[in-house]
């Protein structure tokens, strides 16, 4: 097949590349007529999707990384887990946020007994945007939040760049 007869066959959107297709054109259209929930009425008691746990929901925690110029500060939410159950670890540019979890609640009412027990382990791994020196780490952890500060081995040097 010559270039004359693919470029024959290739189909693109109107306007170039990064136009939206027709069927993008009208989800966005019937998305803007009908407001957001609007299944919802349909359902006659059945459960939302947003109030269906999702099954990996709370086994990542949310690491925030934060790059300065002498540091590197890292802050995890890690709700319900204990100092002693807390591993953290650092190889290369990787770092490593383990945490194992541990829940019981009981009630007694009359007849009725419950007892639930759930277990559950926690990781996330995250790539460093630099080289840092973990012998000279700071950890803080209260409240469920793990803040970390990793001195940089190099320190970045800013430049300003012209612009012709």
Do not use: N
Not at 70 to 95: Q, W, Y
Not at 115 to 139: F, H, N, Q, Y
């Amino acid at each position: 097949m010559g270039d004359k007869e693919k470029k024959a066959t290739r189909r693109e959107a109107p306007g170039g590349a990064g136009a939206l297709t027709p069927f993008a054109d009208m989800e966005r259209f019937l998305e803007g007529m009908m407001p957001f929930g609007w299944m919802r009425r349909m359902r006659r008691g059945w459960p939302a999707w947003e109030d269906i746990e999702l099954p990996f929901e709370d086994r990542v925690p949310r690491v925030d990384v934060i790059e300065h110029d002498e540091a590197i500060v890292v802050h995890a939410e890690l709700p319900g887990v204990t100092k002693d159950d807390l591993d953290v670890s650092l190889a290369g540019d990787r770092l490593t946020i383990k945490a194992k979890t541990r829940h019981e609640s009981e009630e007694t009412k009359g007849e009725y007994h419950r007892r639930e027990i759930s277990r559950g382990e926690l990781t996330r791994t995250v790539r460093l945007p630099a080289s840092v020196d973990a012998d000279k780490a700071e950890a803080k952890f209260a409240d469920g939040l793990l803040e970390l500060t990793l001195p940089k081995t190099v320190p970045a040097q800013r430049q300003s760049i012209q612009l012709d």
